[in-house]
Structure formats: C-alpha cells, structure tokens
C-alpha cells in the first residue's frame, strides 16, 4: 500500500479537554510498531461510556485524546511481528484485549487480560500513536475509533468475515456484546427465570435479548423514560416499569409484581443507586445482580443482610467475552439473524456530527448512532 510505513494523515473528533465539546481535527497517525496494526476506521458506534469520560468523570485524565471504542474497519498495515493479521482484513477493535497467553487469559474463570487497556497505565503517552499540533494525543481505551485512521495492539484486535457489514456490526465492539453477554455469561440467566433489567440503552436491551435467548419467562424492562417502552417490548421484555409512576422504591415495586423479587436482574444505567435497587429487586433468597452501567468515582452500597441471606452481587466487563474469539462468534451469530444488530441503530452521522450524536444519546432520542468515516 501507497501509505504502509508513512505518516497518515487524518481527520479525527479530539477531545482537548474535559466538559467541552469535541473538535474535528487534522492528526498525524504513526506507522504500527511492533506487534501493533493500523486500520482504516469505516463506522463507530458512540458509547455511553465516551460520554461518561468526556462529561460525567470528575478526574480529568487521558486528555487529550481520540475516544471512540465501538468500531470496525480495514487494516491498512501491520508492524512487525504481525502474522494473524494482513491489509484488507476486516477487524473490530477491541477495548478488552485477549493476549492468550497472560495468568488471566489462560484461566476460565475470567476474559480479563493482563494487556487490557486501563487508566492506571503510566505509558498512556508512549503507547499512543497519534499527534495534533505538536502535541501526544491519547487513544482512549487503545482503540480511539473517532478517528479515519486508528493503531491498535494485535491481541485487542478482531479478525470478522469478509462478508460482515462494518457499519453495522462495529457495534458488536461494545454494547450490544456487553448487555447480551452480561446475561448470558456473567448473570447466567435460567431458562424460566423471572428477570429485571435497568435501563435501556443499547446496553440494557441488549440485556434483554440476552435474558430472552436465555429462555427467561418474564422480563421485566426498568427505564425513567416512557418512551424506551416499546423499543424494550421489541426485544424481549414482557413489562415495562417507570420508577417515575411510583411513589414507592422501585425494589418494592418489583418485589410485588414478582412475589418476592426476580430471579436475576441486570443495572445497565450507570447509576450508583440504581445499581442498589437492581440489587434489593432480586429475590433475597438466591438473586444475582449484576453491575454494567460503567462508574468508577463512586461509592455503591448495600445492607450487608441483603447478601447474607443468599444473594449474589457481580460485574461484568464486556458482557464476560473473551474478545478475540468471541466477537468474530457474535458476528457471524448476527449474520445468521440469532442476534439482533440492525435494530440498535437509530440514527446515522457523519463523524462531524459526533457532539449531536451524544446529545441524542442523553436526551433519550436515540439507542445508537452509527458514525460514518
Ligand atoms: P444509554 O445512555 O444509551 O442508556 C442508559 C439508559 O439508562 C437510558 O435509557 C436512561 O433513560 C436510563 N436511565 C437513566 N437513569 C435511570 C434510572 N434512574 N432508572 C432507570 N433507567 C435509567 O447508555 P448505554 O450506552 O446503553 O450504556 C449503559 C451503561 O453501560 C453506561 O453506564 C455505560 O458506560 C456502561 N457500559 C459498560 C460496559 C461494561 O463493560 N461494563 C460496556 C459498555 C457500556
Ligand atoms: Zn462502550
Ligand atoms: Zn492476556
């Protein structure tokens, strides 16, 4: 390629700062070192959680940078030492790594990688390879897919089939893996099961596909916005609840629609006391409740009594997949109509537009926007 080993020059949405909006810059994207690959970006979902570092985040790390962690595209050239992967590949970045190899990786138990992309990484710097105006721009969660040109790590890489539809199954790089996967894998839903899921993003109802392809009988979809109701009921849900019509807490709600609570329930709103009342809405006995609403500033609590008489409290990182070699599996479960993909998108953008995208994000209009390169 005309471009294997140059500079590429781009455009990219930077965030200089936090709580302002993103900018559409000219930035320098370095060649792949070692072990690393360089894709042309086609389409990129926008995530709550760019939205959660950008705005709701008090600390203001990782600035400047390119967010961006839901997309797919094309390699344009690999590093040295690349072999899974060669130009022309279709790939989706993954903000999960799987190295294959490290303690974390090797073990059943998690899909943690030991390489995972974190905050905590004191070479956020150095591992980046984009600049702006003289200036290290950092690639938030080394994906950074708000961008025509990204670099990423080969073990935080997907290779997809030929035949995949970038701009649709980009958004199997975060939401719609994570809600499905954290009923799947991480809640482990019964076939039967009485569930309750917490807001209704792309997260949450990929939640609910999740609890029904797991053959849960009554799914129970819990937003403060009426109008995701019928959106929830497309996917799965058999009820839909709006704290907002009760007086009451919601746990006691649903601990009465349900005679003593849901078998499992998950919190895909990112709200500390939502994530106690998905907790309380489980029944007391034998409940799981697991956390995917992304908050890492804030305390959550419970009564300690609450999980003594015998329920479960858990997380779940991208929906529990190890990520390279589960997300080219939910691809071509997509291609074979087993997941729902298409439904997910409401809107499509230029990248332009990213700012408009997150307004139609927060104020409820949209479940995902799809970014076009
Ligand atoms: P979104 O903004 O599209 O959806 C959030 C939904 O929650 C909205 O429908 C909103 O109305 C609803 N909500 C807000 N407050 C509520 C309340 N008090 N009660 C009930 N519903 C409420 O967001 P999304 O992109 O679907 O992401 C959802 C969450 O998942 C975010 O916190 C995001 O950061 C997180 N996330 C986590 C992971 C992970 O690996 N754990 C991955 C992706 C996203
Ligand atoms: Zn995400
Ligand atoms: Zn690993």
Not at 172 to 197: D, E, H, M, R
Request: hydrophobic share 40%; proline share 4%; net charge positive.
């Amino acid at each position: 390629m005309a471009t294997t080993g140059k500079v590429i020059k781009c455009k990219a949405a930077v965030a200089w700062e936090p709580k302002k909006l993103l900018t559409i810059e000219e930035i320098e994207v370095a060649p792949p070192q070692a072990h690393e690959v360089r894709l042309k970006v086609v389409a990129t979902g926008v995530c709550h959680s760019d939205y959660y570092v950008l705005y709701e985040d008090i600390r203001d790390y990782a600035f400047p940078c390119v967010l961006g962690h839901e997309g797919a595209g094309i390699v344009e050239s690999v590093g040295p030492g690349v072999t899974r992967f060669k130009p022309g590949d279709k790939v989706i970045p993954l903000f999960a790594s799987q190295c294959g190899e490290c303690l974390l990786c090797l073990s059943d138990k998690t899909n943690q990688c030991v390489k995972n992309w974190t905050l905590a990484d004191k070479d956020m710097k150095s591992k980046s390879r984009f600049t702006c105006k003289g200036k290290v721009i950092i690639q938030f969660m080394g994906t950074s897919t708000f961008s025509e040109y990204t670099v990423v790590s080969e073990v935080a890489l997907a290779k997809i089939p030929d035949s995949a539809p970038l701009e649709k199954v980009c958004l199997l790089g975060c939401g719609i893996s994570t809600g499905y996967g954290a009923a799947i894998n991480s809640a482990k839903v019964q076939p039967g099961s009485t569930c309750a899921v917490f807001g209704l993003g792309a997260v949450g109802l990929a939640a609910v596909m999740g609890c029904q392809a797991a053959g849960a009988s009554r799914i129970i979809a819990v937003d403060i916005n009426k109008d995701k109701s019928s959106k929830a009921k497309e996917f799965g849900a058999t009820d839909f609840v709006n704290p907002k019509d009760y007086k009451k807490p919601i746990q006691e709600v649903l601990m009465e629609m349900t005679d003593g609570g849901v078998d499992f329930s998950l919190e895909c709103a990112g709200n500390v006391d939502v994530m106690r009342c998905a907790l309380e809405s489980t029944r007391r006995a034998w409940g799981v409740s697991v956390i995917v609403g992304w908050v890492d500033v804030k305390d959550v609590s419970t009564k300690p009594v609450d999980l003594i008489c015998g329920r479960t409290w858990k997380g779940s990182y991208f929906g529990g997949w190890k990520s390279v070699q589960s997300v080219p599996k939910l691809v071509s479960d997509y291609m074979d109509k087993k997941i729902k993909v298409d439904e997910f998108i409401t809107h499509t953008l230029p990248l332009e537009k990213v700012n408009e995208a997150f307004d139609l994000m927060i104020t409820g209009k949209s479940i995902r926007t799809v970014l076009k390169m």
